[in-house]
């Protein structure tokens, strides 16, 4: 029986040798098993983070209607509601106006046409305007001299006190015929005449007692009420001066008037 050769042997061994530390130093570096379970770490990881955006995206769409329903519900609790798109009628062949404006105005147009012809009724006035009738106040012929705003006082004999007759103009008017001028007053508004006398030479003017802006005159023949009546007269002016210049028309106006009374 032979006897086996050393030096293959250990040939055998030292090529073997090699191989199985090659084999493990590659299954050090990458093993079979780490690799498969580092493989369905990616996968999973990729899988969760597709998840992950899925429910973030879906999150953020259910924020935004949410958002949108809130400010919804805003509008309509103040009276306004959500934006509506304006809805074209295409079917109108009139672009003027609305479908309903235009069933309107059919609708218009077909009870008037319907509607019979009226006849043309003539209604007698109950009131007739009668013609425009001219006031005459017998001043036409007159011309007017002096002319101050005043108050007219007239004494009452039976009551012994002065009652007041009216405040408006108190003026002096000549006549242009007759040449005579006479005294003419009328309360404010109403225009009724409250003093109507000539001027004549007996009268005298008599200051107020404690007054420079009155005067006192006794009026034989005052036709102010209609009828002729003597009357004790007072008028009291805005001041001095306003009265200073009626008593110096009224003594121009006696002097103006003596020659006719006289002749009288």
């Not at 086996?4 to 079979?32: F, I, Q, V, Y």
């Amino acid at each position: 029986m032979a006897d086996a050769d050393p030096t293959t042997g250990a040939s055998a061994g030292a090529s073997s040798e090699p191989k199985l530390d090659a084999k493990l130093t590659e299954m050090a570096a990458n093993p079979k098993g780490e690799e498969s379970d580092a493989r369905k770490s990616d996968e999973t990881s990729a899988t969760l983070s597709e998840q992950a955006a899925s429910t973030a995206s879906n999150a953020a769409t259910t924020v935004t209607s949410a958002a949108a329903g809130v400010k919804d519900n805003v509008f309509s609790m103040f009276g306004g509601g959500a934006k509506k798109e304006k809805v074209e009628d295409e079917d109108r062949g009139d672009n003027s106006g609305s479908a309903k404006a235009q069933k309107e105005a059919a609708a218009g147009e077909s009870r008037e046409e319907e509607a019979p012809e009226s006849e043309d009724v003539h209604f007698e006035p109950v009131i007739r305007l009668t013609e425009k009738v001219d006031v005459k106040t017998n001043e036409e012929l007159e011309e007017q001299l002096f002319k101050m705003r005043a108050k007219l006082f007239k004494f009452d004999k039976s009551n012994n006190e002065w009652k007041e007759r009216g405040t408006g103009d108190v003026r002096l008017l000549k006549h242009k015929e007759n040449q005579k001028t006479r005294l003419v007053m009328r309360r404010d508004k109403t225009l009724k005449v409250c003093a109507n006398h000539y001027i004549v030479p007996e009268m005298k003017l008599s200051p107020n007692v404690g007054s420079d802006r009155s005067w006192v005159w006794n009026a034989a023949a005052d036709v102010s009420e209609g009828e002729p009546e003597a009357q004790t007269l007072a008028i009291r002016f805005a001041n001095s001066e306003n009265a200073n210049l009626f008593k110096e028309a009224f003594i121009k106006a006696q002097q103006d008037n003596e020659v006719f009374f006289k002749k009288e």
